[in-house]
């Protein structure tokens, strides 16, 4: 599985951006998926995860309320559309799945198997 993130850029504070995430290879339907973000000198952390029906999301504490992830099973596609961004919210975004799908360890980054390459996302004051 390769998976090809995209729509990052730069955008001032109070705007929007949404991430995509194409998967090639074998379809990831039954996998989890998640997207991290590391910022400049900092680790990376988790920001959102989706079951493999799309049924069940979990949010950092950071970014609930303001971003949504959602999946296209049929287009191997997983979106995290990002609304009212911060600076704070500037970092290199991934995305990641998991093909066992098990969901449990979503919030770890141990937990994936796959990862994007990243885009990077800017958000100024």
């Known amino acids: 599985v390769q998976l090809q993130a995209s729509g990052g850029g730069l955008v001032q504070a109070g705007g929007s951006l949404r991430l995509s995430c194409a998967a090639s290879?074998?379809?990831?339907?039954?996998?989890?998926l998640a997207w991290f973000r590391q910022a400049p000198g900092k680790e990376r952390e988790f920001v959102a995860a989706?079951?493999?029906?799309?049924?069940?999301?979990d949010y950092a504490a950071s970014v609930k309320g303001r971003f949504t992830i959602s999946r296209d099973n049929a287009k191997n596609t997983v979106f995290l559309q990002m609304n009212s961004l911060r600076p704070e919210d500037t970092a290199v975004y991934y995305c990641?799945?998991?093909?066992?799908?098990?969901?449990?360890?979503?919030?770890?980054?141990?937990?994936?198997?796959?990862w994007g390459q990243g885009t990077e996302v800017t958000v100024s004051s």
């Open positions: 989706i079951n493999w029906s799309g049924g069940s999301t």
């Open positions: 290879g074998r379809t990831f339907s039954s996998y989890s």
């Open positions: 990641a799945a998991e093909r066992s799908g098990t969901y449990y360890n979503r919030v770890f980054a141990s937990a994936y198997d796959y």
